[in-house]
């Protein structure tokens, strides 16, 4: 059993910069991978970005240069730092291991004002 703690969302101006962070109950490394992805009202879940154990990472292309996945395999977390933050960005993100069936974190909320 792996749990997975979601921090650091809030309401935020466009333009504006929020650090997510991923705290998981077991070190990280031993995931094949870990990702966030988000859903926005009356939408589905996607993708936003994940980093594979050999630090492999791979984004939605609505993110990429705006966002960045990181690991902290000393303190047990992913962090998703989100700059340029844009009204479209707002959703809640949900962290995700891949581990067996894969896990999920109860989520964020992200809110991105115009």
């Known amino acids: 059993q792996v749990q997975l703690v979601e921090s650091g969302g809030g309401l935020v101006q466009a333009g504006g910069s929020l650090r997510l962070s991923c705290a998981a109950s077991?070190?990280?490394?031993?995931?094949?991978?870990m990702g966030w992805y988000r859903q926005a009202p009356g939408k589905q879940r996607e993708l936003v970005a994940t980093i594979s154990n050999g630090d492999i990472t791979n984004y939605a292309d609505s993110v990429k240069g705006r966002f960045t996945i990181s690991r902290d395999n000393a303190k047990n977390t992913v962090y998703l730092q989100m700059n340029s933050l844009k009204p479209e960005d707002t959703a809640v993100y949900y962290c995700?291991?891949?581990?067996?069936?894969?896990?999920w974190g109860k989520g964020t909320l992200v809110t991105v004002s115009s």
């Open positions: 995700n291991a891949k581990v067996g069936l894969g896990y």
């Open positions: 077991r070190n990280v490394f031993t995931f094949s991978a």
